[in-house]
């Protein structure tokens, strides 16, 4: 019989897997399903074992069984591994992701599954984490923090019940990698929760799934209760979120773990000391997490070998929005974004010139092909006025309303806010009521209450374009600085640097002295 | 005194070690902890804010009260940053007046701009602020998305919600949850969507609210506001004065505009309420001008007179020569006197003082005798004084709280919020109640065991609490044998060991299952600081001192009395129960619980009263009602207590009263025991005079005049006029010398006068020179009677049983917004929550009966019958029925009998057999009553001729 390797992973199903899934096990085969492999372009893939090793073929449909299974269909790629886009990988994370069968205990155990929590076992807590600290991981959500110092803080703060606390509220538009590995592989967060949980002393741990994630939920549920043994005294549990973007927050995703109202916390105290239920809690996300079983597998230091910079490692980028190549590309820092743009997402889908791309998520900045030159790294983005994020690329080509986009970023601002902070839940209303103004070129005359006799100080003549850009940019200040935390805080990145890039789609020559290069 | 906002520090108090830094320049040391925008409010700096107040944690929302920090990124928010040693903070640059100034653009874009016309004018901190930060222009206009069409909710009668005002701060939310722990309020919808909203958006009176006020408090402008400032304008001085409703003593700002009161704001250095208050003392305080009092004194030969109004010259001689006339044809002893407990400590002495030197006798009681008198009998017995043994502070070190026979969050709301915040923490809760009172289960509290005991049987439950203390080796035998007396322990120890007192064999009897009666004896027992607090369910029964002995036993066993966190604590009900207690209100003894009998006591007062002192215990309340009828008493001197009403088996007291010659009532209102009066003498409130209470944690408070007495005199200057009437010769000008003299006479109150008061706010007696601060918790290393004294506790069953005519138990308590015999409270706004007295019922009890909520009832014992309104709930157990006793229309009173605790006579109000049928209106009773009462009200309406 036959063995072929299909995906389950969402987006693969999305693509049509099941329907060539069914085909090929109606035609006798024995059909795997797997995790993707990470490139949409070719899927639904099938992956036939031969003598050979897995010949791959894609994208296939439900009516290809025949010449997949004799070999003579034209979309037959050969060993996945040799394809461009895969050759050049570094897959720490998503080594298993697509290769096995993600609820196989078995299967994961026979492809190095287990061995960084087994490695943990053997170590001292603060061994573990001393390992963590030297393979230089930093938060994979986006903030960059050193993972290692976080759990040496829940180590050394006293407590009778300690928490791990996996952020799987996976919102940021153009982002997918912990759906893929949560579907592709998730005993390998599991691991890596379980290793934490060991190295903070903490027996007990969440895994926080935004609702939006149906298989994931199903197979992080299913692969707990298989590992629950393999993972004593650890337990976890999973919960899913509501739909709140900033439930993807930490301290909003604890709050609503603990059955409150997603909502802000002022930090301090930290979640490291104080966090859920007031407890010492590691909170990391998914990727954070899941890269730290390489690191006890292999050891620090071939972790830290790869990198750029202080960014050590590698990085699954998502590759999104008009491009050829979408999908989730691993790959150690330092590889420049007009490389990630045009040579390995193979510039835009549909032909045209690239504009701008915006790197990481609804709350990075946009980047114009100018900028092309920047490494993939946290601290050149931060200075070039952006970040890195979860590591989202969303790419427009040179049809896109960079004014339109900057209304966008406040628009989902008002939509998504918590509502805590008041630079966040009012500025986001008045900044997209701004933008309307300023992209209709209307700007404001003086309203019935400023003409009033009893107001002495409102000014009353209408105000200039450039006026309202001004007050646009003080508004992205007060939300930059002034708002509680990030979703308030990085609204202001794609809106200035949309002003600052592209300030010709807001109907002005005016430029900013930062873009002036 | 000025008008002066209290100041706000913006974050609360931190204890840790010193930590100094420099803000603006300045250098500060403050605890660890401490915010950075409360240590530069304690150098007078103050940094902008909106969403931070010092009675709730940090919140860190409103974002005006950012700085920068020397070495740190950003502009973080001082109110959720501590400070650290050697840090650097600036409050003031231009980067900072940027920020706030766009923080603050961004509020006014979205709130009216009706500045002065608005309720808040002059008291809103949105204003202040705008000021403090320089806005003179709002860049985005007037007219984007905003909230200013939202409608008012005003179905409070006490405050009213205004949305288009409303910053969504969250300070009501919070001050909802952390403060009063009633959970509410809540933020409605998220994002520029947010919103308040009670409940599940439901308006303010139909909600969950209980109308404590906190959230008005907390409100930074005029969203939450309360009415009588919309009406009367803010307020030009305030006065520091102690609450007149129940026994927690919480302390107020009386808030005045003139001699007009505005509004009551609870204190926050109070040290019983900390800066909390309850919809009694917060807002019921209506009646103090309410049209009903009565300002004139009256007199009438006979009570089927019409009132006559007169002087107070021929009201108080006519007092006088009744009094002597009474004497002179009955005896020395045919008078007596009862004490009120809501006046203050000097008044109550005066009374007692009246009766001792005045009347020569000691035919003094008061109120306490219905109440706590097992308390004082239960406690001096066993640890050797009559109180409480902690302080409410207490309550945040207690693991495990046992609750017995009171019900908090109604009778002491205040206290039962610091208890709900302990209980949030983790601390543990058993209560003891045939009632499923809200602390069983309420949001983010549920009691670990609620033992639901039938009334009556609360000895047999807490000996055998005990038996399985002592079988199961729980006893801190360590603790006994230092601090108990040996023998006692001993005989007790084998007492409650007996088989018999075994949880499972008195199951049947109590109807608790033994295996929960034994868990929660075992968590009482090992659980860390165990904490008692009782109730009237403890005290009033046949047995009352008896359970007041075994809770002191159980406590003395686990070895938790002597220190914080520990104790039993008796919540008592009147504002100044304690203090008429401790100022010699009973028949047997002289201030400070010394017995008459006493000879070296009695000289001590002799000697300064220039008086012979009877040596003889006088009469009791029902004694005198006893011997009234009798013919050997005859005249009564009542001071804001009304009997009638409050006290048990009303026609036994209505015989008694209309007995006498002369009953003199001194009162706000002509309340029920008026009906039988000769003399009514108007009463003061609170407000109108100076003085003392002293609360259930012994605390002696500062009660202020905020304005003149409306009636002419203050309490204390009435009770003088009639002493001098009689012929002592008092010369007080002022309460401070009545406490001075309570202090030269009383060696627990040595160390108190008015100027000790003034200057530290309260004390907690004893204090004296062996206790110069005070005792916040007593019996610290020995008690006060030397050994703790063990008392075997037998059970004996009350004489009130349930039979085939009476088969259901009733049993009485109170309602959060009603007082007592209520007539303050039914004189506010308060009946918008409890307009009448309803029979809780169960609904298979209902059932069985043909009776359907909202009915009409008949409740019916062998002493007599009312009709009320039925409240169908499985609060109660199948057998029980419970009511309120508040209104005089139902007179529940009617109902309970003369049985009476063996060693106090304290009456059993807790257990009552009664019948419910079925009824269409009034018993006749009641119509009788209603007549007879509208009848002896009249006052004649002509200036009769003299």
């Known amino acids: 019989m036959t063995r072929v390797f299909i995906s389950r992973d969402m987006a693969s199903v999305a693509l049509g897997a099941d329907t060539v899934a069914e085909a090929f096990a109606k035609a006798g085969c024995e059909v795997v399903r797997t995790g993707s492999r990470g490139l949409f372009a070719i899927e639904p893939l099938v992956e036939v074992e031969t003598d050979a090793g897995r010949i791959a073929y894609g994208p296939i449909g439900p009516g290809d069984v025949k010449a997949v299974l004799d070999g003579t269909h034209a979309n037959r790629i050969g060993p996945i591994g040799e394809h461009p886009f895969f050759s050049g990988q570094q897959r720490f994370t998503f080594a298993r992701c697509g290769v096995i069968d993600p609820l196989s205990m078995r299967g994961y155990a026979a492809n190095g599954g287990w061995k960084g929590l087994d490695a943990a076992h053997a170590l001292s807590p603060q061994e573990v984490v001393d390992a963590v600290k030297a393979s230089g991981l930093r938060g994979r959500g986006g903030a960059g923090f050193p993972t290692g110092i976080k759990w040496q803080t829940v180590l050394d703060t006293p407590a009778h019940e300690k928490f791990i606390v996996c952020n799987a509220d996976e919102g940021d538009s153009g982002t997918f990698a912990d759906r893929m590995l949560m579907e592709g592989d998730p005993f390998h967060l599991i691991e890596g929760m379980a290793i934490a949980g060991h190295a903070v002393g903490a027996r007990h741990g969440f895994i926080y799934i935004r609702s939006e994630y149906p298989f994931a939920v199903e197979t992080m549920h299913e692969a707990i209760a298989r590992a629950a043994s393999r993972i004593e005294p650890f337990t976890l549990e999973v919960r899913v979120g509501a739909g709140a973007y900033v439930c993807g927050e930490e301290t909003s995703l604890l709050d609503s773990i603990e059955g409150k109202r997603g909502e802000v916390r002022a930090k301090p105290p930290l979640p490291a000391i104080e966090g859920l239920w007031g407890k010492p809690t590691v909170i990391n996300n998914v990727l954070s997490l899941s890269a730290v079983p390489f690191i006890l597998a292999e050891g620090p230091q071939a972790y830290a070998d790869v990198g750029f910079g202080r960014s050590r490692g590698t990085m699954p980028i998502q590759i999104a929005g008009n491009v050829k190549n979408g999908g989730l590309y691993e790959v ?128 009353t003549a209408a105000r200039t374009h450039d006026e309202e850009i001004e007050l646009l940019r003080d508004l992205c200040d007060t939300m930059k600085h002034g708002s509680l935390c990030a979703l308030g805080g990085f609204t202001p990145y794609p809106v200035l640097s949309a002003l600052d890039h592209f300030p010709e789609d807001f109907g002005s020559a005016h430029v900013h002295a930062a873009a002036a290069e | ?710 009636n002419g005199y203050a309490d204390w200057e009435v009770v003088q006029l009639v002493a001098n009437a009689m012929g002592l010769r008092w010369t007080y000008t002022h309460p401070s010398q009545i406490m001075d003299e309570i202090a030269r006479l009383t060696p627990t109150f040595a160390g108190v006068s008015f100027d000790v008061l003034e200057e530290r706010g309260s004390v907690q007696w004893p204090m004296n020179a062996a206790a110069p601060e005070g005792t916040p918790t007593m019996h610290l290393d020995q008690f006060v009677r030397g050994k703790g004294l063990f008392v075997v506790t037998d059970y004996v069953p009350t004489d009130e049983r349930t039979g085939p005519r009476f088969p259901l138990l009733l049993t009485t308590g109170r309602i959060l917004s009603q007082y007592n015999v209520g007539a303050q409270t039914r004189r506010t706004e308060n009946g918008a929550w409890h307009a009448e007295d309803r029979l809780e019922i169960h609904p298979h009890d209902a059932e069985n009966r043909g009776i359907r909520d909202g009915d009409w009832v008949a409740l019916r014992s062998r002493a007599g019958e009312t009709t009320l309104r039925a409240l169908i709930t499985d609060r109660v157990a199948p057998g029980v029925v419970y009511t309120t006793f508040h209104h005089p229309d139902t007179q529940a009173n009617v109902i309970t009998t003369d049985f009476s605790d063996w060693a106090t006579n304290c009456p059993e109000y807790k257990v009552t057999a009664v019948q419910v049928m079925p009824s269409n209106g009034p018993s006749d009773w009641q119509t009788r009553y209603r007549e007879q009462s509208d009848r002896s009200r009249r006052i004649a309406t002509v200036e009769p001729a003299e």
């Open chain 2, 1 to 710: 005194m000025t008008f002066t906002r209290e100041k706000d520090f913006g974050t609360p108090a931190k204890h840790g070690e010193t930590v100094s830094l420099t803000i603006d320049g300045q250098p500060v040391s403050v605890p660890a902890g401490t915010s950075i925008m409360r240590a530069a409010a304690m150098v007078d700096t103050a940094i902008p804010k909106l969403c931070a107040t010092d009675s709730l944690e940090s919140f860190g929302s409103c974002r005006l009260c950012l700085v920068e920090i020397e070495g740190r990124k950003g502009y973080p928010a001082s109110c959720t940053t501590p400070v650290a040693p050697e840090m650097v903070v600036r409050t003031e640059t231009d980067k900072l007046r940027k920020l706030r100034r766009g923080v603050m653009e961004l509020y006014i874009s979205d709130h009216p701009l009706d500045c002065l016309t608005c309720s808040a004018n002059g008291d809103c901190e949105l204003q202040d602020q705008a000021g403090a930060v320089g806005l003179r222009d709002v860049r985005f206009g007037y007219e984007g998305a905003n909230h200013l069409e939202g409608c008012k909710d005003e179905s409070n009668p006490y405050f009213t919600f205004d949305p288009a005002k409303c910053i969504v701060c969250s300070r009501c939310v919070r001050a909802c949850d952390d403060v009063q722990g009633t959970l509410a309020l809540t933020v409605d919808g998220r994002g520029f969507a947010s919103k308040i909203a009670a409940s599940q958006g439901e308006d303010f009176l139909s909600s969950e609210c209980v109308s404590c006020g906190a959230c008005v408090q907390a409100c930074p402008t005029s969203a939450l506001i309360e009415n009588t400032v919309i009406d009367k304008g803010t307020p030009d001085k305030s006065v520091v004065t102690t609450c007149a409703y129940c026994g927690v003593g919480c302390t107020f700002r009386a808030e005045m505009r003139g001699e007009d009161l505005v509004r009551m704001v609870p204190w926050k250095e109070g040290k019983a309420n900390h800066g909390h208050s309850c919809v009694k003392g917060r807002f019921a305080w209506g009646y103090a001008q309410h049209r009903d009092r009565i300002l004139n004194p009256m007199v009438r030969t006979s009570v089927d007179e019409p009132w006559r109004e007169v002087s107070w010259e021929e009201a108080i001689t006519h007092v006088a020569s009744e009094f002597r006339r009474i004497q002179s044809s009955y005896g020395t002893r045919a008078i007596g006197g009862i004490t009120s407990s809501r006046c203050t400590n000097e008044e109550t002495f005066l009374v007692q003082k009246l009766i001792r030197q005045g009347f020569g006798n000691n035919n003094v009681d008061t109120c306490a005798r219905v109440c706590h008198s097992p308390t004082g009998y239960g406690l001096k017995t066993t640890f050797g004084t009559s109180a409480g043994t902690q302080d409410f502070d207490s309550v945040e070190q207690a693991d495990v709280i046992l609750v017995i026979g009171a019900n908090p969050t109604d009778g002491h709301p205040v206290f039962a919020s610091r208890m709900k915040r302990r209980l949030r923490e983790g601390a543990r809760l058993i209560v003891v109640d045939p009632r499923r009172i809200d602390l069983v289960r309420s949001p983010h509290i549920e009691a670990a065991y609620h033992l639901p005991l039938q009334p009556g049987t609360n000895v047999a439950l807490l000996t055998a609490m005990a038996h399985v203390i002592v079988t199961e080796g729980l006893v801190d035998e360590a603790y006994v044998r230092e601090r108990c007396d040996g023998e006692a322990y001993a005989e007790w120890a084998a007492f409650v060991s007996e088989p018999a007192r075994s949880p499972e064999a008195i199951e049947e009897l109590t109807g608790v299952p033994a295996a929960d009666l034994r868990a929660a004896a075992r968590l009482y027992a090992t659980g860390g600081n165990g904490a008692i607090y009782y109730g009237l369910g403890v005290t009033e029964h046949s047995q009352g001192s008896s359970t007041v002995m075994a809770i002191a036993n159980l406590a003395m066993a686990t070895g938790n009395v002597g220190k914080p966190g520990t104790g039993v604590n008796p919540l008592r009900g009147q504002n100044n129960v304690q203090g008429s207690c401790d100022m010699g209100s009973f028949p047997h003894e002289l201030p400070g619980y010394r017995h008459v009998s006493d000879n070296a006591t009695r000289a001590l007062f002799e000697a300064d009263w220039g008086v012979t002192l009877d040596a003889q215990p006088g009469l009791r309340i029902n004694n005198m009602l006893d011997a009234a009828t009798d013919g050997t008493f005859k005249g009564i001197f009542i001071q804001g207590e009304d009997i009638l009403q409050s006290d048990p088996n009303t026609k036994h007291v209505a015989a008694g009263l209309a007995a006498m010659e002369c009953v003199v009532v001194q009162d706000l209102f002509l309340n029920e025991t008026a009906n039988y009066a000769h003399v009514f003498l108007p009463g003061s409130t609170f407000l109108e005079k100076d003085g003392t209470f002293t609360n259930a944690e012994r605390r002696i408070q500062m009660v202020r005049k905020v304005m003149e007495p409306k």
């Open chain 1, 332 to 459: 150690g820092f330092g590889l420049t974004l007009g490389e990630l743009v045009n040579q390995i997402g193979g510039g835009t889908a549909s032909g045209r010139p690239v504009r701008a791309v915006q790197v990481g998520g609804p709350l990075g900045a946009y980047f114009p092909p100018s900028m092309f030159h920047l490494p993939f790294d946290y601290e050149a983005f931060a200075e070039a006025g952006g970040l890195i994020g979860h590591a989202g690329i969303t790419v427009f080509d040179d049809t896109v309303d960079m004014a339109k986009m900057a209304r966008f970023a406040m628009e989902f601002c008002a939509v998504e806010s918590c509502g805590k902070c008041t630079p966040c839940r009012i500025g986001s209303t008045r900044g997209t009521e701004l933008i309307d103004r300023i992209v209709a070129k209307a700007p404001r005359k003086a309203d019935t209450v400023e003409t009033l006799p009893q107001m002495r100080n409102a000014g």
